[in-house]
């Protein structure tokens, strides 16, 4: 699957990509961040973290690790939980005022992909992804299945999204 310019988009692009991730949760410690670490596992086989943080589900504390992360030129940023329909789940609402451009595919294939694996459950997702300060932003829910999903989905394409983003 894929076409020509796709293809040689990608042979355009690098790999030589910085990611951070950022794990929402009012619960979870280092010790107990099983989806963080998962993502951590799957980038640092290609790719390059750079930081790695859980936060409360807090708007002020996302905004403020996003605008660091940014600001130090971090290419991809990676987060999870907070995506939920709780009111302590912010992390959509706050991404999502601050994109430059969203990238809608994102979302709505998580969202396909996840009905496929989990049925209508996949309707409480709010997956969502974004570009902001040439700096990609993918939040996925926090669970390590939708983070096993969200990955599959994003991981072998960062390079060309990264690519398109920073132009």
Do not use: W
């Not at 670490?37 to 504390?61: A, F, G, Q, V």
């Not at 430059?100 to 994102?106: H, P, S, T």
């Not at 999903?149 to 990264?162: C, G, Q, R």
């Amino acid at each position: 699957m894929g076409s020509k310019t796709t293809k040689e988009h990608q042979d355009e692009s690098s790999s030589d990509i910085s990611c951070a991730i950022i794990t929402l949760s009012d619960s979870r410690s280092k010790k107990e961040d099983l989806s963080g670490d998962y993502i951590e596992k799957e980038i640092e086989k290609r790719y390059i973290l750079k930081s790695r943080c859980i936060i409360k589900d807090e708007k002020d504390d996302l905004l403020n690790a996003i605008e660091e992360m940014a600001d130090e030129g971090i290419d991809v940023i990676l987060t999870n939980g907070g995506t939920g329909l709780s009111d302590r789940d912010i992390t959509v609402e706050t991404v999502e005022e601050l994109f430059d451009k969203k990238i809608d595919g994102f979302g709505e294939i998580f969202r396909n992909q996840s009905y496929i694996e989990i049925g209508s459950g996949a309707l409480l997702s709010r997956a969502t992804a974004g570009v902001y300060k040439k700096c990609c932003i993918f939040s996925m829910p926090g669970s390590p299945n939708a983070v096993k999903t969200a990955l599959k989905i994003i991981i072998d394409e960062l390079p060309h999204i990264v690519h398109h983003a920073k132009k």
